[in-house]
């Protein structure tokens, strides 16, 4: 009898954020038609332990397989593995994803962990689920451990796998990676109900997501894409774009679409074909993009972008000087970002810029540089959108990092959280702390001073109010009139401190906040 895998998508979000579960499907790609499979959403899923429970109660089970982001989803990811655990102690777990990726010595420091799949995961798991299913058990387990795997041969040839020898931790060769196109395309209708998943935004009623790419070529010190994919990048091809979109469009309704590509806009010469062909289906879209390549885009190029209904770019603009940019590797120059806003005006997009704030080098200063640049900004385009976040420093692969230990894995490694600052956690409990929450979603850095933590807060939420989001399909249109009209003086004069006011409006009327809520 085929055995089953489980895939997992723990918690993160609010049943009206819901997005397809791109992740899982990828994976169930691979395992389509070679082995049964479920895909278990925790963001749809009422019970997601009951539901566990119920599967893993039927036996014949290969594997648990838990796809994990840092942040807030890692506290529902130990309770669902620790479940896992208790219930079918015998049933192997496997996390992968972002976390385990750029914290593999973290992931796999506990006992309901047996294995942690770093990078592109779909052949790393494959591969995992042949030797797992072809040898029946791999191993057996002691109380206060995972399954110690008798067969070595099993899993130490399996690349992009992290995996325990008798508590010590192996870190297999990394995994090339490979282009999208050369996988099966998604499974979508291995999801109970796809319409669940299309939720409105301010794009359309029923927006679905996709991922026309993988990884990006540049390498900003402060990005996780860099950490994941090393320079890494390829495009969909256009024939498996049409055909995605062609089934989310006409089989399951999807009226708008997200990109949730690393970076949609590689370059110019490669960036035609696809906006020809979204030109052709006319589905409001958002993606992300660089402010250098968008700006030296020709016109003709412009006017493709028009008219595929481009509606919101998120662009990383992340620093108002150039010095500051250089610094984080970003390869953008200010005057992208200010090109790119008149561009955006002309051709009627709506630029969604990021900025990294409070840097280890000098956060006051930069701070204080970035509000005068975002003013400026927003003069060229008041309808942009500013995301503030506070500088992350992100694990980084040392190419000449090599040793017996680690079989000869590039890893990612950050040892302290920043030059100064505090060590990293050792397990994925100490992950779920508030403060290392707050760390890697970017709300807080440890060097960063009371008065400069509610100078942001203070700035952001003026600047919100002056300009409430486009994004927010909620809020009353009067709502939006009084926040307005209360934040003007202060956005004007410079003011921000201490804005009761707001404070008062905004618990009365809701304000969305992009950088927290997706679109």
Not at 189 to 202: E, K
Not at 254 to 282: G, K
Not at 332 to 341: Q, R, Y
Not at 416 to 438: F, H, K, N, S, V
């Amino acid at each position: 009898m085929t055995q089953r895998v489980i895939l997992i998508n723990p918690k993160m979000c609010s049943r009206r954020s819901v997005r397809l579960p791109l992740s899982l499907l990828a994976l169930g790609a691979v395992l389509e038609g070679r082995y049964k499979y479920e895909i278990v959403d925790g963001n749809v899923e009422p019970d997601t332990i009951g539901k566990l429970r119920s599967l893993l109660g039927r036996g014949n089970n290969a594997l648990v397989a838990v796809t994990v982001m840092p942040g807030p989803q890692v506290a529902p990811a130990i309770e669902i593995a620790s479940a896992v655990r208790a219930y079918a102690p015998t049933v192997p777990i496997a996390w992968g994803g972002f976390f385990p990726t750029l914290y593999p010595d973290s992931a796999i420091n506990a006992p309901y962990v047996d294995f942690v799949i770093r990078g592109q995961g779909e052949d790393t798991l494959l591969e995992l689920v042949e030797r797992l299913s072809g040898s029946g058990q791999l191993g057996v387990r002691t109380e206060n451990e995972a399954p110690f795997v008798a067969d070595h041969a099993a899993v130490s040839e399996i690349t992009g796998l992290t995996w325990k020898n008798s508590g010590r931790i192996v870190h297999n060769p990394d995994r090339a990676f490979r282009s999208p196109d050369t996988y099966p395309p998604f499974p979508y209708s291995r999801l109970r109900d796809v319409g669940t998943y299309l939720r409105p935004s301010f794009l359309g009623s029923r927006t679905a997501v996709h991922q026309a790419a993988i990884g990006c070529r540049y390498r900003c010190t402060f990005c996780g894409v860099v950490s994941m994919f090393n320079g890494y990048t390829r495009l969909q091809g256009v024939e498996r774009l049409v055909a995605a979109l062609s089934i989310l469009r006409d089989k399951y309704g999807a009226n708008a679409v997200q990109y949730y590509d690393h970076n949609f806009f590689d370059r110019e010469e490669t960036s035609v074909e696809t906006l020809e062909a979204l030109v052709h289906f006319q589905l409001p879209w958002w993606c992300y993009a660089r402010a250098d390549t968008l700006a030296n885009f020709s016109t003709k190029t412009w006017e493709l972008i028009h008219k595929s209904r481009l509606k919101m770019a998120y662009i990383g603009a992340e620093a108002a000087s150039d010095s500051a940019l250089k610094r984080m590797k970003k390869g953008t120059k200010v005057e992208h970002t200010l090109e790119v806003a008149r561009r955006c005006r002309e051709y009627g997009v709506i630029p969604e810029f990021s900025f990294v704030l409070g840097g280890p080098d000098d956060p006051e200063g930069e701070i204080e540089d970035t509000f005068r640049f975002i003013k400026q900004l927003k003069t060229i385009h008041p309808e942009c959108e500013v995301i503030l976040y506070f500088y992350s420093p992100t694990p980084q692969r040392d190419p000449a990092w090599m040793s017996a230990e680690s079989s000869g894995a590039r890893i990612p490694i950050l040892k302290t959280y920043g030059p100064e600052g505090p060590p990293l956690p050792t397990t994925p409990e100490e992950w779920t702390q508030p403060r290392w929450i707050d760390y890697v979603c970017h709300q807080d850095a440890p060097w960063l001073s009371t008065k400069m933590r509610q100078r942001v807060q203070d700035f952001t939420k003026v600047l919100y109010c002056r300009f409430p989001t486009v994004q927010d399909y909620a809020t009353p249109q009067w709502g939006r009139r009084v926040l307005r009209l209360l934040a003007t003086w202060r956005y004007a004069t410079g003011r921000y401190g201490n804005p009761m006011e707001l404070d008062l409006a905004t618990r009365l009327i809701r304000l969305r906040e992009p950088q927290r809520e997706s679109i």
